[in-house]
């Protein structure tokens, strides 16, 4: 069973920026898509960007151009870097590890980290 430890949440203002990181037990983690999932308060959990093994990515459009997702497959690791935050990227941002071809939102989770952008 693959175990996640995720920081790096926190309160930022409007505007600023916050880089979250995920560090990942085991030897697979090189085989394994990454990904960013967020649950704002009262609504359900969603993806936010993944990144496969070979490095191709996916963002949500809603972060597009704002936050960018990498990974270091030596340290077992995976980031999110989230630039130019608004109000609406609050909620608690989950990290997530998955086979390919698992279904998106499956797999194994971080305990999560609380994002807050407000001034």
């Known amino acids: 069973q693959v175990q996640l430890v995720e920081s790096g949440g926190g309160l930022v203002q409007p505007g600023g920026s916050l880089r979250l990181s995920c560090a990942a037990s085991?030897?697979?983690?090189?085989?394994?898509?990454a990904g960013w999932y967020r649950q704002p308060p009262g609504k359900e959990r969603s993806l936010v960007a993944h990144?496969?093994?070979?490095?191709?990515?996916h963002y949500t459009d809603s972060v597009k151009g704002r936050f960018t997702i990498s990974r270091d497959n030596a340290k077992h690791t995976v980031y999110l870097q989230m630039d130019s935050l608004e109000p609406e990227d609050t909620a608690v941002y989950y990290c997530?590890?998955?086979?390919?071809?698992?279904?998106?939102?499956?797999?194994?989770w971080g305990q999560g980290t609380q994002v807050t952008v407000s001034s």
């Open positions: 997530n590890l998955r086979t390919f071809r698992s279904p998106v939102g499956s797999g194994s």
């Open positions: 085991g030897s697979i983690f090189n085989l394994l898509v």
């Open positions: 990144i496969t093994s070979d490095g191709n990515i």
